[in-house]
């Protein structure tokens, strides 16, 4: 059974940086699309990040672009997205996807959630 579980959340200042860290357990991270995506309160989810599988190609929603980084560890089967100069509308809950289509907020499996405010 596939388990995405996410941790890294918090409060953060404007401008400030926090990393999301998702422990994939069931199967490993390198041979799907994995994806980042997020629910801010009272909106629907957004498509914030894919990696293929193995890492080879990345892409980026507009508005985090420049800003996010997501990368992956197979041998911990393990999926990171650095966050940086963070703003207030990054504030949401952020899940952790397996599968799906590829710059889309689809998937088959996806985590529990973690929640980001930034905040001053």
């Known amino acids: 059974q596939v388990q995405l579980v996410e941790s890294g959340g918090g409060l953060v200042q404007p401008g400030g940086s926090l990393r999301l860290v998702c422990a994939a357990s069931?199967?490993?991270?390198?041979?799907?699309?994995m994806k980042w995506v997020r629910q801010a309160p009272g909106k629907g989810l957004e498509w914030v990040s894919d990696i293929s599988g193995g890492g080879s190609s990345t892409a980026y929603a507009d508005s985090v672009k420049g800003r996010f980084t997501i990368s992956m560890d197979n041998a911990k089967n393990t999926l990171y997205l650095q966050r940086n100069s963070l703003k207030f509308e990054d504030t949401a809950v952020y899940y952790c996807?397996?599968?799906?289509?590829?710059?889309?907020?689809?998937?088959?499996?996806r985590g529990q959630g973690t929640q980001v405010t930034v905040s001053s």
């Open positions: 069931g199967s490993g991270v390198s041979n799907y699309i």
């Open positions: 996807a397996r599968g799906g289509s590829w710059g889309s907020t689809t998937s088959n499996y």
